[in-house]
């Protein structure tokens, strides 16, 4: 198996663009979680779904943040509009079906800076 | 209550030592420990975890020990490589909940 697999691996746009993060979990995997890595606020959950359902948006910090999964094998995060205060690197992490007490599989991460 | 603090930020460690990473929390609720291991450009990776009815639990050359009544568990590498470099969360979380991680300890092994 290939991973979990995020693209792009990095993105630079310009404030008040949309951005849309995409991510395809591992094959099998139940659940699905977005991440963000801040060198200030560390590793915060934004959001999780189980079998493509959204379980958990609490972490999302605003309403320009939105995320999909249409279907088992792929997922979005969509920021729109973009602030530099987004900038930071986005994890996508997938799970077989214990959710959380289960081990949770990283992509690579996609970095993004918002100028 | 759904903290995690971990210390130290960073360390330093000679080839061959024992570095030893703390973490402590507060929601006596949490049912679950794992530790992951990060390192640059790459996504975090889960090294080992404990659940509380154990207080020690070894995986090759990495130990979590795990005090139930301090509400603390910490990591420890024996023989550290230089290849331990990394950045090593701690983090918890109650049986069908979300994970909480710790701020995260920068490791360095020096030859």
């Known amino acids: 198996d290939a991973g979990v697999i995020q693209s792009p691996r990095h993105e630079v746009t310009e404030m008040g663009q949309e951005v849309t993060l995409r991510c395809k979990p591992i094959s099998g995997h139940d659940y699905l979680f977005w991440y963000r890595q801040t060198m200030m606020r560390g590793l915060e959950l934004l959001i999780y779904f189980n079998n493509n359902v959204p379980i958990d948006d609490s972490g999302m910090p605003e309403d320009r943040f939105s995320a999909k999964m249409p279907n088992a094998s792929f997922s979005t995060l969509k920021i729109q509009p973009s602030e530099p205060r987004d900038s930071a690197v986005y994890f996508c992490?997938?799970?077989?079906?214990?959710?959380?007490?289960?081990?949770?599989?990283f992509g690579p991460g996609t970095r993004l800076t918002v100028l | 209550q759904q903290q995690v603090k971990q210390s130290p930020q960073s360390l330093i460690v000679q080839k061959g030592g024992i570095p030893i990473i703390n973490c402590a929390y507060e929601n006596t609720a949490f049912d679950y420990f794992p530790w992951y291991q990060q390192f640059p450009g790459k996504g975090p990776a889960l090294l080992i975890a404990?659940?509380?009815?154990?207080s020690e639990k070894k995986e090759g050359r990495f130990t979590i020990s795990f005090n139930k009544s301090a509400k603390q568990f910490s990591l420890h590498i024996m023989d550290s490589q230089p290849g331990d470099s990394a950045t090593y969360f701690c983090?918890?979380?109650?049986?069908?909940?979300?994970?909480?991680f710790g701020t995260g300890t920068r490791l360095t092994i020096i030859p």
């Open positions: 983090a918890a979380s109650t049986r069908g909940e979300k994970l909480t």
């Open positions: 404990i659940r509380p009815d154990v």
């Open positions: 992490a997938s799970s077989l079906d214990r959710g959380f007490s289960d081990t949770q599989y």
